[in-house]
């Protein structure tokens, strides 16, 4: 029983204790060549001076080590919703809380291949780091590090932080939204009013040549008309919308932002399920992108 209490207020105080982590840096071996000078003069020549000035650069040194361990200690971190997509050089948000004002603050991630310099901070603070995933779904973390070099630059006093996995949601990519409801609009809208005239593309209908203006300037163009709106609603097929898989997911996915982006209802047909977007949310639904 009492080796059993002794184990575990020893596993709360080692909690403790690494609260914060410190390492040194270059700096500290000018810090020890002017100690070791400074105990050298004052030992041969027993100058008082040498001697306060021993002892003040000894303080300063240890009250730094005090000072800049409470400082990385008085700000935490956490990680806010980030959408994340495949092969795409995402950014991460990070939301920085200080219980009181701190200094000369770093993030990164664990190996600071990647530093986010963010100064002093007085309130809460945002910043982002790149996040790179070659595959969907739910992707590891690595842990990330938030650094401090205050007071002196002899110490780097730090601490990790490992976050949950994160989803990762297919690579949007794709036709565009308005190419596909244009290309809709021909098969299923209604025609209303004639808009307007463009220059003819390989992918328009002989039918909507304007043959009138082809016979006195020698130039293909196409008529364009207005359609009902009212009668034309956005669903999408999986099956239909490209060839394989991951091509399929990835241009459903493009819609489904696109039609977030421009307040757009719609639905997908998938296999097994049907996803409208009058029932879900848009992260709903690309979460079962996803994850499919």
Request: proline share 3%; charged share 25%; with cysteine.
């Amino acid at each position: 029983m009492l080796k059993r209490w002794r184990n575990s207020l020893y596993r709360k105080y080692e909690s403790k204790q690494r609260e914060a982590y410190e390492r040194p840096t270059p700096y500290i071996y000018l810090l020890i060549f002017i100690l070791v000078g400074l105990f050298s003069q004052a030992y041969f020549h027993n100058y008082n001076i040498v001697y306060l000035a021993l002892f003040f650069t000894f303080s300063i040194a240890l009250s730094a080590y005090y000072f800049g361990r409470e400082n990385i200690k008085n700000i935490d971190f956490s990680l806010e919703n980030s959408r994340v997509f495949t092969n795409l050089s995402n950014s991460l948000s990070f939301k920085l809380e200080p219980k009181e004002y701190v200094f000369n603050v770093y993030l990164s991630d664990k190996d600071e291949t990647e530093i986010a310099y963010l100064s002093d901070i007085r309130k809460t603070t945002f910043s982002t780091l790149h996040f790179h995933s070659k595959t969907r779904g739910f992707a590891k973390l690595p842990s990330y590090k938030l650094l401090s070099k205050f007071p002196l630059p002899h110490q780097v006093f730090y601490k990790i932080k490992n976050f949950d996995s994160i989803l990762v949601y297919p690579e949007p990519n794709g036709i565009n939204l308005q190419n596909y409801i244009n290309l809709q609009k021909e098969k299923h809208g209604d025609i209303d009013d004639f808009n307007t005239i463009r220059a003819f593309r390989t992918s328009d209908k002989l039918s909507s040549i304007h043959w009138p203006l082809y016979a006195s300037s020698k130039k293909l163009y196409t008529k364009e008309y207005n359609f009902n709106e009212e009668k034309f609603d956005l669903f999408f097929d999986y099956e239909h919308c490209a060839n394989d898989k991951e091509s399929r997911l990835s241009q459903l996915t493009l819609w489904t932002l696109e039609c977030e982006r421009t307040q757009k209802e719609f639905s997908i047909k998938m296999p097994h399920e049907l996803l409208q977007s009058k029932k879900m949310s848009t992260d709903e639904i690309l979460t079962k992108l996803a994850l499919f």
